[in-house]
Structures are given as structure tokens and as C-alpha cells.
């Protein structure tokens, strides 16, 4: 199983960046798809989620108006539109998948977002 983050880089502050995570090798339509972050010295941070058919989506407070989650379930790929960007959305983006039914879960490696002038 491979989940593999694409789309990080470095934006100026009331930038865009899509976010783009590839997975193979697991049954797709069966996994809860997340978006976590993760800053230096700060606790790994749940950014979004949505559902297996991609119809229901939680995104965090500190971003909602600002990012979208959404699913390709024919690409078995997730994005996350991040739009206006603020120095505090800078982290590492990591991919997370988790079995609807629970016991199998996986991560990617992240990709990193900076934000900054």
C-alpha cells in the first residue's frame, strides 16, 4: 500500500495550493480519506475528512472557509484546495487512510507547505 503526497511548496501569504494524495495497492472506495498537519513542535493536527463516496466532508474550523476536500474515486486519488493562505497553515501534509470497517489504516510521508512573504 502506497499513499503518496504531491502539491507542497513554498506560497506567499493569500496564496493557493492544491494538495493531491495518490494511493495504490488498497481497495480505495473502502477508505476514510484525511488530511492531517503537522508543524515543528506542534501536535499532528486533523485538517479534513471525507467520506468513501466523497458526498460528506468535516473540515476543520481553523480552515473551512479557507480549504476543500474532495475524492476521485476512479483516480483512487484525494485534494485538498487550500486558498488563502496564512503563515500558520505552514506544516508537513499528510495523507491518511482508514478502513471503513476499521484495523487497516496507513500513512504517507507528507509534503511540505510553507507559507511565507
Known amino acids: 500500500v502506497q499513499l503518496v503526497e504531491s502539491g507542497g511548496g513554498l506560497v506567499q501569504p493569500g496564496g493557493s495550493l492544491r494538495l493531491a494524495c495518490a494511493a495504490s495497492g488498497l481497495p480505495f472506495s473502502a477508505y476514510v480519506m484525511s488530511w492531517y498537519r503537522q508543524a515543528p513542535g506542534k501536535e499532528r493536527e486533523l485538517v479534513a475528512t471525507i467520506s468513501r463516496g466523497g458526498g460528506s466532508t468535516n473540515v476543520a474550523d481553523s480552515v473551512k472557509a479557507r480549504f476543500t476536500f474532495s475524492r476521485d474515486n476512479l483516480k483512487n486519488t484525494v485534494y485538498l484546495q487550500m486558498n488563502s493562505l496564512k503563515p500558520e497553515d505552514t506544516a508537513v501534509y499528510l495523507c491518511?487512510?482508514?478502513?471503513?470497517?476499521?484495523?487497516?489504516?496507513?500513512w504517507g510521508k507528507g509534503t511540505q507547505v510553507t507559507v511565507s512573504s
Open positions: 491518511y487512510a482508514r478502513h471503513f470497517a476499521g484495523g487497516m489504516d496507513y
